[in-house]
């Protein structure tokens, strides 16, 4: 049921867990490597260093000094699911702070975001709740009764965000995957993966980067006289 003020939508169907294991084991930086749609822009940064969560992506847009909804839905959320917070372009109030934490925490939120600051990071900490924001504010929202939307379309620091999209997110920020996209995403990436490590070992054997990259080559190949 929708209208006007609160636009209200369904839980999303939550993606295999099995999908979602083998994406924690992969790093946003690794899948930056070939795939260009969904990250968040850098500002968006962990509160808390060492998180890492990959769920299905639950999404919220509210206003900017009002948090009535956001304190509404959160009880549908639960473990597996990632709440993506829509600030409709506000950057000075925060609407994610302690109290809504502590709910997260205990509904078994595996994790959340918002575009825009967060607040109470001491209590985020008490919690080790794993939280992405564009940092912190001591300016709050109230629960003015304005209006906003759950499980919609939303924008994540740039990013177009569906409700059932896949997130991966760890300390250098966060990624939603469309779920067409997902099963590429992670054979590219495990890949990817697996590649790393045998580049690594070469570079900690003594294998010079430029050498490795064929850097070395084409500079070389330009500067010849």
């Known amino acids: 049921m929708s209208n006007l003020v609160y636009k209200?939508?369904?839980m999303p169907a939550p993606i295999p867990q099995d999908k979602l294991d083998r994406l924690a084991k992969l790093e946003t930086a690794t899948i930056g490597h070939f795939y260009h749609y969904g990250f968040a822009a850098p500002a968006i940064q962990p509160v808390l260093p060492g998180k890492v969560v990959a769920a299905t992506v639950a999404t919220l847009a509210i206003p900017g000094?009002?948090?009535t909804l956001l304190h509404h839905c959160l009880s549908q959320c639960g473990p597996g699911y990632f709440l993506a917070v829509?600030?409709?372009g506000d950057t000075k109030y925060a609407?994610?702070?302690g109290g809504v934490t502590r709910m997260a925490a205990m509904i078994g939120l595996e994790g959340g975001c918002v575009d825009g600051p967060h607040t109470d990071t001491a209590e985020i900490k008490e919690q080790d709740f794993a939280m992405w924001s564009r940092g912190p504010s001591p300016?709050?929202?109230r629960l003015y009764n304005t209006g906003g939307g759950f499980n919609v379309p939303v924008s994540i620091g740039g990013a177009a965000?569906?409700?059932g999209?896949?997130?991966l997110a760890d300390e250098s920020g966060v990624?939603?995957?469309a779920p067409e996209d997902l099963d590429a995403v992670l054979a590219e990436g495990e890949l990817k993966t697996e590649r790393g490590l045998v580049n690594e070992a070469k570079i900690t054997g003594g294998t010079h980067l430029g050498a490795m990259s064929g850097a070395t080559k084409m500079v070389e190949a330009k500067t010849e006289s």
């Open 8 to 10: 209200l939508n369904p």
């Open 65 to 67: 000094l009002d948090s």
């Open 86 to 88: 829509d600030r409709l």
């Open 95 to 97: 609407c994610w702070g």
């Open 139 to 141: 300016v709050t929202t």
């Open 161 to 163: 965000v569906l409700p």
């Open 165 to 167: 999209y896949a997130v």
């Open 175 to 177: 990624l939603f995957i």
